[in-house]
């Protein structure tokens, strides 16, 4: 079998890592309740694998990493972006930094 691979055809890895804070969470289990709603609501409108990544023993921080594969590099970036424009406005968490990187 010959394969052959084009640059087009490159696999494009997009990871975001966003440190929030979450003002309205004054118990771990108040803490979860939110992160749980914001995971749900991230997979449910974007094509993304998201996880909570850092500071899960404190009530009021949060780390999220959020991956997305693709094999065009534009639309990674504007999905990633698009989630970046969402932390922005969510009323429930604040965004404090992120890092977004292409593998």
């Known amino acids: 079998m010959n394969l052959e691979f084009y640059e ?5 890895v997009g990871v975001l890592n966003i440190r929030l804070v979450i003002r309205s ?3 771990l289990k108040e803490k979860r ?11 449910n409108n ?3 694998s998201v996880s909570e990544t850092g500071t ?9 990493g959020i991956a997305m594969v693709g094999n065009d590099k534009r ?5 990633l972006s698009n989630l970046i424009n969402m932390f922005r406005c969510a009323v429930s968490v604040e965004l ?3 890092h977004l990187e292409f593998i």
Do not use: E, G, P
């Open 8 to 12: 087009s055809d490159d696999t494009v």
């Open 25 to 27: 969470a004054n118990t």
């Open 33 to 43: 309740r939110i992160i749980k709603s914001l995971k749900d609501r991230i997979k």
């Open 46 to 48: 974007f094509n993304v």
């Open 56 to 64: 899960l023993d404190h009530c009021k921080y949060s780390k999220l």
């Open 75 to 79: 639309y990674v970036n504007s999905t």
């Open 96 to 98: 404090v930094d992120y």
